[in-house]
């Protein structure tokens, strides 16, 4: 299993997303589906570098209810590691919520 290493910002799959990021904005693209998409790409390449995986739309309880973040962060014992959802608008982007 990959050790836990920094992933910093010159890492490849952080330049393919503020590059996607960039060719969206240039076409005036806001709308939350391409920037989940943009995301989800840049989670699922840093998740390999920690033994994780990446698993969209995966329903999960929280407060007893059932819920379907965007993702879904899963170690190598099938623990959830973190969840993601994007959210609309000029201002927001996605938003990591760490599971502790």
Do not use: C
């Not at 309880?61 to 014992?77: E, Q």
């Amino acid at each position: 299993m990959p050790g836990t290493e920094a992933i910093k910002p010159t890492h490849k799959a952080i330049q393919r997303y503020y590059e996607a990021l960039q060719s969206y904005g240039t076409h005036d693209v806001e709308h939350e589906t391409a920037l989940r998409s943009a995301f989800q790409n840049l989670l699922a390449d840093t998740a390999k570098s920690q033994g994780w995986i990446q698993v969209p739309e995966q329903r999960t309880k929280s407060g007893g209810k059932i819920v379907i973040p965007d993702g879904t962060l899963r170690d190598a014992y099938n623990l959830h590691r973190g969840f993601w959802e994007a959210k609309d608008g000029k201002v927001e982007i996605p938003i990591w919520i760490t599971n502790r």
